[in-house]
């Protein structure tokens, strides 16, 4: 298929969370989110979300350094020329350019919304999606006190979420995971995530997590680690899943390789696309590994995005897809994002592209930023 991108427009909205939502590295209060709008010259628009925090304390990148990568060396990559299709997007923007994943992945995200929309096909039908309805599950940020999680994990349960995942640092882990399984009985699907919080010295402390039946422990030590998880996951019973360690596909296998790990949480944005997350799908398949699709707090394009990737066979356990409602008191797609009361969300096979519609009067109302590259 023959493909040009003629515009890239950037803008920053301003979200705020109707809570703030605190992990083992800081508190989020307010969403300053980019979006792409890839504009091809027949005047189709494709959209994405670039899920960079404003502090780089998940990854390195932020949204200011995502907005200079994108404008200064990644625009320039992909504007005017002749694209044949989003699958060659990973290699031009990764044969030189190292590191900003997430300013990578919100263009080569587009690129793949874009064409799914001049195919007439959805998002998911495009990435090799088979599913119509998908899991859901919610990530629960640290509280001041084990009493307020306990009841937030008992209503997300009543909701219908199918996985609760607790985060966790030192000091709010053993005892506020025992009032939790207490409270909801042994069989509520748990899990923790530790965003980095630990390391090979909490050994024993990490051990007693073990005693709590928990799903998995997600990312305990280091961002950028994946040694001391193997020394780690052969103590442990639980199975680790890492999030910050995998960057690509290599480092997936890498993974493997090593045993740093049972269970991966792929975040499109943080692995430099959908071409990367597909292939640490389908690596992850030929080994048995499950996979599920993780969340960066998204409005509802980078939340299509990830639905649309969910929807793909070997995410085998539910994702960190909460509704619009969840995050926001309005969303800036129409429809909002929902869940049903058995947990689902509905994936918008039947229409082209990723299947919502951009409130482009919302966005404009909340745009602080706004700058247009153009092919010259
Ligand atoms: O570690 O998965 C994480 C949010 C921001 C940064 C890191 C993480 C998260 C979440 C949020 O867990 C999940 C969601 O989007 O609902
Ligand atoms: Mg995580």
């Not at 899920?51 to 200011?64: C, E, K, L, M, R």
């Not at 300013?103 to 998002?123: D, N, R």
């Not at 048995?288 to 993780?294: D, E, N």
């Not at 960190?320 to 994936?347: F, T």
Request: charged residues 25%; neutral net charge.
């Amino acid at each position: 298929m023959n493909l040009i991108i003629q515009r890239i427009v950037l803008r920053e909205v301003h979200l705020p969370l109707k809570e703030p939502f605190q992990i083992s590295s800081g508190t989020i209060k307010n969403r300053r989110i980019c979006l792409v709008e890839l504009q091809s010259v027949e005047g189709t628009s494709g959209w994405s979300e670039c899920v960079a925090g404003d502090f780089p304390n998940y990854s390195p990148d932020t949204i200011d350094t995502a907005w200079l990568a994108i404008s200064k060396w990644i625009a320039p990559r992909i504007l005017g020329k002749e694209l044949n299709g989003p699958q060659k997007i990973y290699s031009m923007l990764n044969s030189d350019i190292r590191g900003h994943n997430m300013a990578k992945a919100a263009v080569e995200m587009g690129v793949w919304e874009l064409t799914a929309k001049l195919q007439g096909i959805s998002l998911s039908k495009l990435l090799g999606g088979v599913r119509e309805r998908i899991e859901v599950g919610i990530s629960l940020g640290i509280e001041e006190r084990s009493e307020q999680l306990v009841e937030k994990v008992q209503t997300s349960l009543r909701q219908g979420y199918r996985k609760v995942k607790i985060k966790i640092k030192p000091g709010k882990d053993i005892q506020y995971v025992r009032a939790v399984r207490e409270a909801v009985g042994r069989e509520a699907p748990l899990m923790v995530d530790a965003n980095n919080a630990y390391s090979l010295s909490d050994l024993d402390q990490l051990k007693k997590l073990d005693g709590f039946h928990l799903l998995m422990i997600e990312q305990p030590l280091a961002w950028d680690d994946l040694v001391r998880h193997a020394k780690l996951q052969k103590r442990l019973k639980t199975p680790i899943c890492l999030d910050e360690s995998i960057t690509s596909a290599e480092r997936a296998e890498d993974m493997i390789t090593l045993g740093s790990g049972k269970i991966v949480n792929v975040k499109p944005g943080r692995v430099g696309g959908f071409l990367s997350s597909i292939a640490i799908h389908n690596l992850c398949a030929d080994y048995r590994i499950p996979v599920w699709c993780g969340g960066m707090l998204e409005s509802g394009i980078g939340r299509a995005h990830n639905v649309a990737l969910a929807s793909l066979p070997n995410f085998a356990l539910p994702g960190d897809l909460s509704p619009s409602a969840r995050y926001w008191e309005q969303d800036i797609v129409i429809p909002e994002w929902r869940m049903d009361e058995h947990g689902m969300v509905c994936v918008p096979i039947d229409k082209p592209g990723m299947g919502v519609q951009v409130d482009m009067d919302r966005v404009e109302n909340l745009t602080v930023r706004r700058e247009v590259l153009s092919a010259d």
